[in-house]
């Protein structure tokens, strides 16, 4: 059996002058808190904070990162236990799903997942021998075990984890059911939602329509007209901070704003909800509807996460089959200068207002999102997200944002995930880099080991929560 070892200074430099005060850094911020602004955990295990079923289900199904890689080799995603929209069975022995995964192990080398799962398999649960085929059933039954004791229940792992705030990302129709059941036990400003209206800004989705017909049931307002489909979005909103949420997210396929007349955006709301909007007006109506979801986080003080450039289910096949969330999302090339003009024109000079942008587009780094940034003062940029949340990726984005953006002007680190037990890890990768990153600024005499050490606070712990509003908690 090969030793499951993690080296010390992994993903620190390799040249020893600078590997030592990227060390020194490091030492000095790792056992900070986590802060989780952005993910995807599920509520309902906080709430009701049962044990977890097994190491498949907890490890694997939600990881769309492990399964698109085993799907690109051939292995069916059937046979990894993914539930298809038609109710066809599919593979249900949790064990052997567990195997299949053990026997392609070696397709996440030099992949972040490998970083992650390794992290998890060593730190977590304490396991010393590399997963192979040989070792499956050992990991299996031993991840099992431990899952089944109360020191790994979901809020004992908040604790173990030392996860001092975690937000979840729920559509603006969720009943948020499990986030009303956290109050008054203590975790409900641990614990929070975030409000994701794409379910009804979004008129190319077929069940647009129902979906306001339910947005106009549950808030009592007449979304029959513009105003009253506005006053009920932000009814939701108050009902979304009401649950802990100090955030929005906007996961829009470009980063297009608008700033039509009340005229002209009342007429094409009405053409998109009647199904008559062709592609363009689609676009142009989720554009104003940035602009307008902007304004009213300049109102209730929410932070507003723009999430643009993600090609979704592009293996039209799979989506018929599986539904989204499959592995084949495609990032696509995004521009924001021009398509963030109306807002920012609007918004954009507003000290009061907290507006994150992400991207999937590295080629915008350094000539679009920096200098906006860099200038407009509701601007904040995300961290290297989703594809590129990696140390290559989060190097990229520090060496091409921060001669122009600088430091502050962005927010420290998102884990935008559903893999709860890897959140840890996730934020060391992060913190490593940062402190490679700023080691080098030292060894390079362009800033103060003293200075670099704040800013590894900062870059960790203090940008995060003055970005999502959390000081206050």
């Known amino acids: 059996m090969t030793e499951l070892t993690l080296h010390p200074d992994r993903l620190f430099p390799a040249d020893p002058v600078v590997r030592d005060i990227a060390r020194r850094l490091y030492q000095q911020i790792a056992h900070l808190p986590i802060v989780s602004p952005h993910g995807h955990t599920d509520p309902r295990w906080f709430a009701k904070d049962e044990s977890f079923e097994n190491a498949t289900r907890l490890l694997l199904l939600p990881d769309h990162y492990v399964f698109r890689m085993l799907y690109s080799q051939g292995i069916s995603l059937e046979s990894l236990g993914i539930r298809r929209k038609d109710g066809v069975a599919v593979e249900s022995d949790y064990r052997k799903i567990f195997h299949i995964f053990a026997n392609h192990y070696h397709l996440f080398r030099g992949t972040p997942s490998r970083i992650w799962l390794d992290s998890v398999f060593h730190d977590v649960f304490g396991l010393r021998q590399t997963l192979t085929a040989a070792s499956a059933d050992f990991y299996y039954d031993e991840i099992n075990r431990q899952l089944n004791t109360d020191a790994f229940r979901p809020r004992a792992l908040l604790d173990k984890f030392n996860i001092e705030f975690i937000a979840t990302t729920e559509g603006a129709l969720n009943d948020l059911k499990y986030h009303a059941a956290l109050k008054g036990s203590g975790y409900e400003k ?17 069940d647009f329509a129902d979906n306001i017909a339910k947005l106009a049931e549950i808030t009592g307002e007449d979304t029959t007209n513009y105003q009253g489909y506005l006053q009920a979005l932000r009814i939701r909103r108050q009902v979304f901070r009401e649950h802990g949420a100090t955030a929005t997210d906007h996961g829009h396929p470009t980063a297009k704003t608008a700033d039509l007349s009340a005229t002209e955006a009342a007429a094409l709301y009405q053409k998109c909800l009647a199904g008559n909007a062709n592609s363009q007006e689609t676009e142009l109506f989720r554009a104003q509807m940035l602009t ?9 003080g929410m932070t507003m996460q723009i999430h643009p450039g993600a090609h979704r289910n592009h293996n039209s ?3 018929q089959k599986f539904g989204p969330d499959k592995g084949a999302d495609i990032p696509s090339p995004t521009e924001f200068v021009s398509n963030l003009k109306p807002l920012l024109e609007k918004y954009g000079n507003e000290a009061a207002l907290t507006i994150i942008l992400f991207t999937l587009d590295e080629t915008t780094y350094a000539r679009e999102l920096a200098p906006l940034a860099g200038h407009y003062p509701a601007l904040k940029l995300g961290p290297a997200w989703w594809f590129h ?3 290559e990726g989060m190097l990229r984005f520090r060496h091409q944002v921060t001669e122009t953006a600088g430091f502050y002007n962005t927010v420290g680190f998102n884990d935008d995930t559903r893999a709860f ?11 490593r880099i940062d402190c490679r990153f700023l080691a080098g600024l030292v060894a390079e005499h362009r800033l103060g080991e003293a200075e670099a050490a704040e800013l590894a606070y900062e870059l960790t712990y203090g940008l995060v929560k003055k970005a999502y509003q959390l000081e206050r908690l």
């Open 190 to 206: 641990r614990v929070v939602t975030t409000f994701r209206p794409d379910d009804v800004v979004d008129a190319d989705r077929a």
């Open 292 to 300: 307008e979801m902007a304004g009213m986080s300049l109102v209730d």
């Open 317 to 319: 096949q799979i989506f």
């Open 389 to 391: 949340d990696s140390p």
């Open 421 to 431: 037990l890897s959140i840890p890890a996730r934020h060391d990768v992060a913190r």
